[in-house]
């Protein structure tokens, strides 16, 4: 699976939208771009997932680059209770293995 | 659904001792997944079964580690006998067998071992 490499922290204003990039340069054209996150003391949550076309969901949207080379996760809204690690992962469609990689700490703040 | 329950919460051990953590994935999901998650090495893959199988063990650190899942409904993640660097958080998770479906993880087991 290909490798992502993603901002090690960044802070969001409450009620702002955060926007987390993530870059993939080397995805290929079978493998998705997935996103979880972990809050303090819990096991991760899924958030979104896309192969090329954007994605929105209750939680977030996923806007994937045309070349599929990068991405970002955007929380429209951010809230204190979306402080947490921010994992962006690239796993092939089929592939069972999910490989988390260090992450964005997101720290919101009031 | 209760989702991934796991036991205990907490562990707390000597050097040496077996150690037996468990999780209960969601009912009718076909893939379990244990990991471990350190501040040095962050989430490890240590192994995954389909349908009660063992399919991967690569990331299972050495001989002490040993998982099992009898049953559709439950599973074990062994360390015998266990040592301080085994101290860390041991999260398990689940999912169906539908491509592309998410992971649900559990609340994870914190284990100190002294």
């Known amino acids: 699976d290909a490798k992502t490499t993603q901002p090690t922290s960044m802070d969001c204003a409450e009620g702002r939208a955060a926007n987390l990039p993530c870059n993939h340069s080397?995805?290929?054209?079978?493998?998705?771009v997935y996103w979880y996150r972990q809050i303090h003391s819990q096991g991760p949550q899924y958030i979104i997932h896309?192969?090329?076309n954007n994605e929105t969901n209750e939680m977030a949207s996923l806007i994937i680059t045309e070349d599929r080379k990068s991405s970002t996760l955007i929380l429209p809204h951010a809230t204190l209770r979306d402080t947490a690690v921010y994992y962006c992962?690239?796993?092939?469609?089929?592939?069972?293995?999910?490989?988390f990689g260090a992450g964005t700490i997101l720290r919101v703040k009031s | 659904d209760a989702g991934v329950i796991q036991s205990p919460r907490h562990e707390v051990t000597e050097m040496g001792q077996e150690v037996t953590l468990r999780c209960k994935p969601i009912s009718g999901h076909d893939y379990l997944f244990w990991y471990r998650q350190t501040m040095m090495r962050g989430l490890e893959l240590l192994i995954y079964f389909n349908n009660n199988v063992p399919i991967d063990d690569s990331g299972m650190p050495e001989d002490r580690f040993s998982a099992k899942m009898p049953n559709a409904s439950f599973s074990t993640l062994k360390i015998q006998p266990s040592e301080p660097r085994d101290s860390a958080v041991y999260f398990c998770?689940?999912?169906?067998?539908?491509?592309?479906?998410?992971?649900?993880f559990g609340s994870g087991t914190q284990l100190s071992v002294l």
């Open positions: 992962i690239v796993r092939v469609e089929y592939g069972n293995k999910l490989v």
């Open positions: 998770a689940s999912r169906a067998r539908r491509v592309n479906e998410k992971l649900f």
């Open positions: 080397t995805i290929s054209g079978n493998e998705y």
């Open positions: 896309g192969l090329k």
